[in-house]
């Protein structure tokens, strides 16, 4: 899963190295207040090992694990793009006969959607199930969310890996 993937990383060796170990205070508070608050821009401020941990974040944006108050972040479209970049490589890296690339491509060609809803994580998403509870209404819930806070009419594309797959896939409500 892509989130394993990302946990494994913070929790590794290249996490805990990466950051600034000494930076100008006056200056995260000047590049916070050019930012609109929430995000300096500076990039990971300190080093040493993460504090990686599962959570979930309330209706009004705070934290349940950590009561921090989440705030809203606009970044640039450059920004956003090189975080996209990392997040392939990084999984392109890790899955092993990965057709990851094939599906980039894919993605190119077929401009339409305005997002990509990663259906194996949504539909798996605290199923305990033994034969793997696949929840495929669990994911078509989320790509109608998607299409009323975005707006859009054609909605997210529903990706799902081969080995998503058996009767909850078949089910008439699935196959729409």
């Known amino acids: ?44 401020l300190g080093k040493g090992k993460w504090a990686v941990q599962r959570t979930s974040i309330a209706s009004d944006g705070q934290c349940l694990t950590c009561s921090e108050q989440l705030v809203c972040v606009d970044i640039a479209r450059e920004e956003t793009e090189t975080f996209a970049y990392s997040v392939s490589s990084l999984a392109m890296e890790r899955e092993s006969q990965s057709n990851f690339k094939e599906f980039q491509d894919w993605l190119e060609s077929h401009s339409e959607f305005e997002a990509v809803v990663d259906g194996a994580n949504i539909g798996l998403y605290q199923q305990n199930f033994a034969e793997g509870g696949f929840s495929a209404s669990q994911s078509s819930l989320l790509q109608l969310l998607i299409i009323c806070i975005i707006g859009v009419i054609n909605g997210p594309l529903l990706s799902c890996t081969k080995n998503v797959s058996g009767h909850s896939l078949r089910v008439p409500t699935t196959e729409r």
């Open 1 to 44: 899963m892509t989130s394993e993937i990302i946990e494994g990383w913070f929790r590794g060796e290249v996490a805990s190295m990466s950051g600034l170990l000494k930076w100008d205070a006056n200056q995260v508070k000047e590049m916070l207040v050019r930012n609109g608050g929430g995000w300096h821009g500076l990039g990971w």
